[in-house]
């Protein structure tokens, strides 16, 4: 059924990850709900709308990374997570 998509182990290793994440959002959520609040972004987030909004825009940082440099991803992975987490604490 999914033999189509080339399951190497960065590939699976992301899907964990995420898979990981959003588990771990989900608990934290069931145990500390949150309330919307205004960082630097121009709308009210909760925590979930700032980690959608950081995957996001990790995801277009790292297709930057693929078409205009050639330049290793692991620094386009490091910006993503640095980005994630600031946008998670101050977004």
């Known amino acids: 059924?999914?033999?189509?998509?080339?399951?190497?182990?960065?590939?699976?290793?992301?899907?964990?990850?995420?898979?990981?994440?959003?588990l771990a959002m989900t608990v934290y959520e069931v145990v500390s709900p949150c309330t919307e609040r205004k960082g630097f972004l121009p709308i009210a987030t909760t925590r979930g709308d700032r980690l959608f909004i950081g995957l996001l825009t990790s995801a277009y940082?790292?297709?930057?990374?693929?078409?205009?440099?050639?330049?290793?991803?692991?620094l386009a992975l490091g910006i993503s997570v640095?980005?994630?987490c600031i946008l998670l604490r101050w977004g």
């Open 82 to 84: 640095v980005w994630l």
């Open 1 to 22: 059924m999914i033999a189509w998509m080339s399951w190497t182990m960065p590939t699976a290793i992301f899907f964990a990850v995420i898979a990981a994440i959003l």
């Open 61 to 74: 940082i790292h297709l930057m990374f693929l078409g205009l440099s050639e330049v290793s991803l692991w």
